[in-house]
């Protein structure tokens, strides 16, 4: 039997309200001795009057509810208390509960796991689960809840169901060459094989913007110093985050801030400012957050690459510019003619602005969301690859089914469609045989 387990649910700190959860084969008693009464009706808040067993202290007052497994959250019996979220009542409750014989408190995740033990959520609703809690923005929440209603688990299930099939036919046709089965059943298999191979290589070719959208898109502001690097990320961020000098190379570490544009989650990093390695003027540290700066330029998804537009740019500089650039010049306010007359490269969005006025700030943050948008488009609603591991599991599936069609015996065809099978398996942490024995025994109804 396992221990029962008891935490808060709810987020830490002072709070209105707690949640605290119990689950386990004493969550009943927990239950009955800390109210007092008889089990309140299953799935029905009630009002109840909370009181140390040992000592008959009011703990506090508030609602109580009783899930009976297997209908619960973890599949066990589970007791929820919603009580006042000050530190003194969450901090009697956690000890109560404590000294309660068999319970003891949860590891992070012990209520998922027992509800994956269970089987009431596989790997990828319990990722979902995991994703929808630390979602920032919009367009990750409705990517976790996606997850977490099983859209990506039924679209694998659907691969495993057509590829089980296929398998099944192979094997009858192998163990049971004397049984009436249908005409060119292992041609019949390889021809839907090409078909589902090419969904997984569609799945896998998107995968990596289910990856970003749970990461977040990565947006390097780069360019020489005092161009308004620093200025630019408190501009767009709303508020101080890196300290604005006119000394040049103030800013000697990448700075972070995470932004939303347009429901989409964004990592907005300031670098150093870049100058010519031989620079006379540069020191050992600073040397070291221009070689950061290149290399988080080199690896962001998008580079912010920002001029003084009263100054002529360094070629050096440039040199970083690539398709995913947008170049803004800075500083329109110093400027003489108006509208301005800046330099324009024909490979590069250009936007003139100012960090200083607010000049082009809007219109930034447009071309930006645009930009995001447009990244994450072609992947439509389609459920995601939203991790790394599930990529490689698709990708070693892709891989089996691609021996498989050029397999010159059956058997050998049938051990890949396996491979394939419990490789796709690995996303939902669901590998059972059985599911196989199924298909053939009432499809081709063998030893009649």
Not at 407 to 423: I, K
Request: glycine share 8%.
């Amino acid at each position: 039997m396992s221990d029962t387990i008891f935490a808060p649910s709810s987020g830490a700190g002072r709070a209105g309200v707690t949640v605290m959860r119990i689950s386990g084969p004493h969550a009943a008693l927990a239950l009955e001795r800390l109210t007092g009464r008889p089990l309140p009706e299953p799935r029905r808040a009630t009002l109840a009057a909370l009181y140390d067993p040992e000592s008959g202290e009011l703990l506090d007052r508030g609602l109580v509810l009783w899930f009976p497994g297997p209908a619960s959250f973890t599949g066990e019996d589970l007791a929820e208390f919603q009580v006042h979220g000050s530190r003194a009542v969450v901090d009697a409750m956690l000890q109560t509960l404590a000294r309660l014989p068999g319970c003891a408190p949860a590891e992070p995740g012990a209520f998922t796991r027992r509800a994956f033990d269970a089987g009431k959520l596989d790997l990828t609703e319990v990722e979902g689960l995991a994703d929808l809690i630390a979602a920032e923005t919009a367009v990750q929440r409705r990517q976790a809840l996606r997850q977490l209603d099983g859209g990506l688990s039924e679209r694998i299930a659907d691969w495993q169901a057509r590829l089980a099939r296929h398998l099944a036919y192979l094997e009858a046709a192998i163990d049971f060459p004397d049984e009436e089965l249908p005409s060119n059943v292992e041609l019949e298999a390889l021809s839907n094989i090409f078909g589902l191979r090419a969904e997984m290589a569609q799945h896998i070719a998107v995968a990596p913007l289910g990856e970003r959208l749970r990461e977040g898109l990565e947006i390097a502001i780069v360019g020489p110093p005092n161009a308004g690097k620093s200025s630019l990320l408190n501009a767009l961020a709303q508020r101080d985050v890196a300290i604005v000098a006119e000394t040049a190379g103030t800013t000697r570490d990448v700075i972070e801030v995470r932004l939303d544009l347009g429901g989409y989650p964004v990592t907005l990093a300031d670098t150093a400012g870049l100058r010519a390695a031989g620079d006379a003027a540069l020191d050992p540290v600073e040397m070291e957050g221009i070689r950061r700066s290149r290399a988080r330029a080199e690896a962001a998804d998008l580079k912010l690459m920002i001029f003084d537009a009263t100054d002529v740019p360094d070629p050096a500089v440039l040199t970083l510019a690539d398709a995913d650039t947008l170049l803004c010049w800075n500083k329109i306010d110093l400027l003489q003619d108006l509208p301005p007359t800046l330099p324009r490269l024909p490979t590069l969005a250009t936007l003139a602005l100012s960090t200083k006025s607010g000049a082009g700030l809007s219109e930034l943050v447009s071309r930006l969301t645009e930009t995001v948008e447009a990244r994450f488009a072609v992947a439509g609603a389609a459920p995601l690859l939203t991790r790394a591991r599930h990529r490689r599991a698709v990708e070693d599936a892709v891989l089996a089914l691609d021996r498989a069609a050029e397999a010159e015996l059956p058997e050998l065809t049938a051990e890949d469609l396996r491979l394939a099978l419990r490789a796709l398996g690995r996303v939902a942490g669901q590998v059972d045989v059985e599911d196989l024995l199924d298909v053939i025994f009432r499809e081709f109804c063998i030893g009649k």
